[in-house]
């Protein structure tokens, strides 16, 4: 069974280096996304397991991503 796929979508350095450092710990399997469009771009061409997704993002908040996740049928749930 593969590794589970998480997306961060983080703009702070530090919190995606501590997250990423205990996901992968744990031998999960982490993607990084640096703002809002970028996290949105990134999910929809990774199909990740689980996104862990801040809300003060730029260019996009963590609000207007996950509605325009949501909206999409893959999303939805």
Known sequence: MPPTKILIIED???NMY????LLEKHQFDVREAWDGK???ALALRERPD???LDIQL???DGYA???ALRALPDFSA
């Not at 501590?18 to 450092?21: A, E, G, Q, T, Y």
């Open 38 to 40: 970028e996290g949105v």
């Open 65 to 67: 991503v996950a509605r």
């Open 12 to 14: 702070n350095e530090q």
């Open 58 to 60: 730029p260019l996009m």
């Open 50 to 52: 689980m996104i862990l």
């Open 18 to 21: 501590l997250m990423r450092f």
